[in-house]
């Protein structure tokens, strides 16, 4: 059983790859290739119809789209095989449809891109559809849009529909091909797994047979197509791919893609396969393989498996070397026309509907000898030069083009000043205003002398030249007009692409072969040739029996006997299709490039191989202001860069011409650019390479930034002055130091404002005088003492009036104090808060001053700050007052309650001053913070304002107290408390009254409170008290000694009193008494 599962894994490994295939490369390739087939055809209808619709109307409007145009739609739209054709407006509107039953909804997604980005979009798409012969089906069909540009702007878009139902059968009959063989396989492994190893030899086979098939398949691709793993190795490679790699498929495995494909030793610049790796998107890329001499388009898709894991990349190169080489031609034919055009030397004119010269270039001096200005003076002057013979059809030539108001051409012969016969081509176009009112002729003379002697020349040798062609063997026949048998060679059987025996053989049997449209042509061509006795060329179209077209470039010349009757004709054909269709894949880019250089708002300047200027566009012209006579074949950094980046360009482009890279290539950069004025301005700058015949050339596109940067500079400046207002705000709220804010607003105001002094005088309410309060840029001091009354000088004028005072120049109207400053500009605004004048701002600046509206309004806004800030230090500094008188007024009353109280007991006369004074003293030596001590300085005040409750009768007892007297006493505490706990100011005081009988073991009154349980400032006073009691004498008895008092507090230190206050407190008398000592 084990070969058989081996088999079995074989065969399912083969089959299960065949949908990664037919999924991720012929899918995406074919629907690749028919959306890009049905862009090139859309593309090609619409350049058949945006002429004549630019040309026809100024807006795209559905009430102007003309007749004309609608028949010629159709007959597009029948060329092109479309199924149905829509013009929009700029805006979407639907102005015309080739089905005006069916306008149907605009694709506002698509329309939307290409209105903001000018390309071609194109999505196949699924929808039930009118079909060409008018059936209503479901069908594959690919929207296209094309967008209409008018002077560089978006003026509307073509929408294009093509059935590429057929197309896509393909793609499905390959996937059913696929799916069946996959079916097949299975079905084989099936039976093989129940059939035995016999059975597993035929699964072998099919399993061979199903892989030889999707090898055929794969390798029927003829574009290079191969798997890669993570590391750029090559997994699969089809037969192109490994014909490429010079190897066969097997050998191609295991490659690295870099190494082997493009020769490097490293992944190539803007490589898909690494992007796909990094994104897992898909990725698409035009790469150029010189190996081969080719370019590639090259798409990248990734595999997955069913958890989404990236297991390989399928990499599909299609071989675009034939555009790229039409896209180089292109380049290069627009270089060589635009040498020519901008070098012609025709005489250009323009004519008023009367005959008169608006116009006349300096050319007419050149090729007739007479100066402009004759010509304007006597329009009838180019008549009489005519020369004798040819005056008669030129009068005539102007009648037809007045009275037709068309474009006509002719050529006669004048005679110059100097009697010279010339040759002039005379070309001439009438003109219309928007209205459509004819308002003259614009027109072109060409001195055409010596075109006309080549001409001459060429007739001459015509005949010779006819006969060297008919010997050309290009594709020869012969017509035998007696017997009506046409012979052909064999080349031109090839070019019509039929079998010589089933040819008729005559000149009815090839009028057949010839487009229907073109048979007419063809017939009057050659019927006029046997009347006239004169040969005939013509280019008319043949179409194949497979539908294509060819066309094709026949001869003809006629033999005729002695009577002069035609008996013999002969001819050659040659087919010059892809001649044709290349001249109008060139002649439709080159109209699109001049468009749009022509319209383009920046500045488009291409330089040659030697770094000379070879094209420049209008906008060139107007923003650096050199024609394009000035500007061609000069250097471009000797007229459009400062001289200070010379080096730097004549380096960087000595590197480009050598290697077709630099630092400026692909990129866009920002520098200053120089006009012909000798001005700068900034530009934006990017520059783009391209090869012509072996040599880099360089398009640069410039663009003007100067309104851009004015705009950055404003916003700049903007959010510096935001930045400004925010500082003094913060300044403002963070400080009621005025000084501090407003120095930190002078500081702004001179920054911001570029300013070389500013001060700030405030306004004395009670002198009516402003004086100084703030100064920066000052050179001397004199600026602290001015003292101006209101409504005297500059500043006092301002202050009084409450308006800004701007002086651009002081003149001799300084004051005396600041002359030495030599300042010429001044400025003064008023600072004004709720209406009331606060003082002024100076600006004082040593160059007259020209504010602008920003510039003015900032100034004001600043001053507005300022009037704030003084506004709130006022009104801080008058409740800052009125706290302090209140705070004395509160310490006075209490000071008044604590004398009242010893009133009452006069033997303690003087004991609460002196007990207060001894307690803060104390207190901020124990490290009291400054408000606590005020606290305690009120509850010292207060320390017996409960005995108030206590009856005269026990609290005047000369002897002891009973115990019922002593427990009456004892509430005094709890008096205190019930007395001043409502007052919310006395609140924090309460410490003292409440809890100054505490003891330190607990056993004190009224809570029993023990050790630092105690609120320390009843701690500190409880000695105080004690100290002050015993060392004061009473009538009743004499005062203790100090060193009585001293042992007995001591004695009392960790029961009644806190050791620690006791500590300090006896450290503060022995500091005291060694003083006193």
Not at 479 to 504: H, K
Not at 566 to 581: A, H, K, L, N
Not at 801 to 823: K, V, Y
Not at 933 to 959: C, E, N, W, Y
Request: net charge negative.
């Amino acid at each position: 059983m084990k070969p058989l599962r081996t088999i079995a894994i074989i065969a399912g490994a083969a089959v299960l790859s065949l949908p990664v295939f037919i999924t991720f490369i012929i899918s995406p390739a074919f629907t690749r290739v028919v959306e890009e087939n049905a862009k090139e055809e859309s593309v090609r209808a619409a350049a058949h119809l945006s002429s004549m619709l630019l040309s026809e109307e100024a807006v795209i409007r559905k009430d102007r789209m003309s007749v004309r145009f609608s028949a010629e739609a159709e007959e597009v739209r029948k060329d092109f095989n479309a199924m149905k054709i829509k013009v929009y407006s700029a805006a979407g509107e639907v102005v015309y449809s080739s089905s005006p039953e069916e306008t149907g909804e605009i694709n506002m997604v698509q329309f939307s891109r290409m209105a903001a980005g000018g390309g071609v979009y194109c999505e196949i798409v699924r929808k039930a559809a009118r079909t060409l012969e008018g059936k209503t089906a479901s069908l594959d069909v690919a929207e296209t849009y094309v967008p209409l540009i008018r002077n560089g702007a978006f003026a509307g878009a073509f929408e294009i529909y093509y059935d590429v139902s057929g197309r896509l059968m393909k793609l499905n009959e390959v996937k059913t091909r696929a799916y069946g063989m996959l079916s097949l396989a299975v079905l084989g492994l099936i039976a093989s797994a129940g059939a035995g190893l016999y059975h597993a030899s035929k699964g072998l086979a099919e399993r061979d047979r199903a892989r030889k098939q999707w090898e055929d398949t794969f390798n029927a691709v003829t574009d290079p197509v191969m798997l890669l793993d993570s590391d750029f190795r090559i997994l699969r490679a089809n037969k192109a791919m490994a014909d490429f790699l010079g190897v066969s498929s097997r050998e191609a495995v295991g490659m690295t893609c870099y190494r082997h494909v493009h020769c490097t030793d490293g992944p190539i610049p803007d490589c898909p396969h690494r992007k796909l790796l990094a994104d897992g998107m898909e990725h698409a890329v035009e790469i150029y393989e010189p190996r081969v001499g080719k370019y590639y388009s090259v798409a990248v898709f990734p595999i997955t498996d069913t958890a989404g894991r990236l297991t390989a990349t399928v990499h599909y190169a299609r071989d675009i070397t034939i555009r790229k080489k039409a896209e180089e031609s292109l380049r290069e034919a627009e270089a060589k026309y635009r040498i020519v055009a901008d070098n012609t030397y025709a005489w250009e004119f323009w004519l008023t509907p009367e005959g008169q010269y608006v116009y006349s270039s300096p050319s007419c001096e050149r090729i007739t000898g007479y100066h402009p200005g004759e010509f304007a003076a006597d329009p009838a002057l180019f008549v009489r030069i005519v020369h004798d013979e040819d005056r008669q059809r030129v009068i005539e030539h102007q009648l037809a083009a007045q009275e037709k108001v068309a474009p006509g051409e002719i050529v006669f012969r004048i005679l110059r000043r100097d009697g010279q016969v010339r040759w002039i081509s005379h070309i001439c176009q009438p003109l219309f205003d928007p209205d459509g009112n004819y308002i003259g002729i614009r027109g072109s003379n060409s001195d055409v002398t010596e075109r006309e002697r080549m001409n001459r020349a060429l007739k001459e040798s015509a005949y010779t030249l006819a006969e060297a062609q008919r010997m050309a063997h290009i594709g020869s026949w012969e017509l035998d007009m007696i017997r009506n048998e046409l012979t052909w060679s064999d080349e031109i059987y090839r070019i019509f692409e039929i079998d010589p025996a089933v040819f008729g053989a005559s000149y009815e049997a090839f009028l057949d072969l010839v487009h229907p449209d073109d048979r007419a042509l063809v017939n009057e061509a050659y019927s006029r040739s046997l009347r006239d006795r004169i040969p005939y060329e013509v280019v008319h179209r043949l179409r194949m029996r497979d539908g294509r077209i060819k066309h094709v470039r026949e001869r003809c010349e006629s033999l005729y006997d002695a009577d002069g009757r035609p008996v013999r004709s002969i001819g050659t054909v040659q087919d010059i299709s892809e001649q044709i269709m290349a001249e109008e894949v060139l002649r439709e880019s080159e109209e699109k490039f001049k468009g749009l250089a022509a319209s383009a708002q920046d500045a488009i300047v291409m330089m040659d191989g030697r770094g000379n200027i070879s094209y420049w566009n209008e906008s060139a012209s107007r923003i650096f202001g050199y024609s394009s006579e000035e500007a061609l074949g000069r250097q471009l950094h000797n007229i459009l860069s400062p001289r200070r980046y010379n080096d730097e360009y004549l380096k960087g482009y000595a590197h480009f011409r050598e290697t077709g890279d630099g630092p400026f290539i692909d990129r866009i950069l920002e520098l200053s650019a120089m006009r012909k004025d000798g001005t700068e301005f900034p530009v934006e700058f990017s520059v783009s390479k391209l090869m012509i015949r072996g040599e880099w050339h360089a398009i640069s596109i410039l663009r003007d930034i100067s309104d851009r940067k004015k705009t950055e500079n404003l916003m700049r400046q903007q959010v510096r002055n935001m930045t400004a207002l925010t500082d003094i705000g913060i300044a403002i709220s963070s400080s009621l130091d005025i000084r501090v804010t407003l120095n930190i607003l002078l500081d702004r105001l001179t920054s911001q404002l570029g300013i070389d002094a500013a001060d700030v005088l405030l306004l004395d309410q009670d002198t009516l005088c402003l004086t100084s309060a703030a100064s920066l840029g000052f050179r001397t001091s004199s600026i602290r003492e001015i003292s101006v009354r209101l409504g005297k000088g500059h500043a006092g004028r301002a202050a009084y009036e409450r308006r800004t005072l701007i002086l651009s120049d002081l003149g001799d109207t300084l004051t005396h104090a600041l002359r030495d400053e030599q300042f010429r500009g001044y400025i003064a605004v008023p600072l004004i808060a709720k209406g009331n004048v606060k003082g002024v701002i100076e600006i004082f600046h040593r160059n007259t001053i020209e504010p602008t509206a920003e510039w003015l309004s900032f100034l004001e806004l600043m001053a507005a700050q300022a009037a704030i800030a003084i506004e709130n230090a006022t009104m801080f500094d008058s409740l800052q007052r009125a706290n302090t008188e209140l705070a004395l007024s509160y310490d006075t009353t209490l000071e008044g309650w604590g004398r009242t109280l010893e009133f009452r007991d006069e033997d303690t006369m003087g004991h609460t001053e002196r007990v207060s004074g001894m307690a803060v003293r104390f207190a901020r030596l124990m490290g009291m913070e400054e408000k606590e001590v005020t606290q305690l300085r009120r509850g010292a005040f207060l320390h017996d304002i409960g005995k108030i409750g206590i009856p005269d009768s026990i609290l005047l007892k000369p002897g002891a107290l009973t115990p019922e007297e002593r427990e009456i006493m004892q509430k005094h505490p709890g008096y205190a408390y019930e007395l001043l706990y409502p007052i919310p100011f006395l609140r924090p005081a309460l410490d003292i009254p409440y809890y100054h009988h505490e003891k330190w073991n607990g056993k004190g009154y009224p809570k029993g409170l023990r050790g630092e349980d105690i609120p320390l400032a009843a701690r500190i006073f409880a000695v105080v008290d004690v100290w002050d009691a015993l060392s004061s004498s009473r009538p009743y008895r004499q005062g203790w000694p100090v060193e009585k008092v001293r042992e007995y507090i001591v004695s009392l230190s960790g029961i009644e009193f806190d050791p620690a206050v006791v500590e300090v407190f006896l450290k503060v008398l022995d500091e005291e008494e060694h003083v006193t000592t």
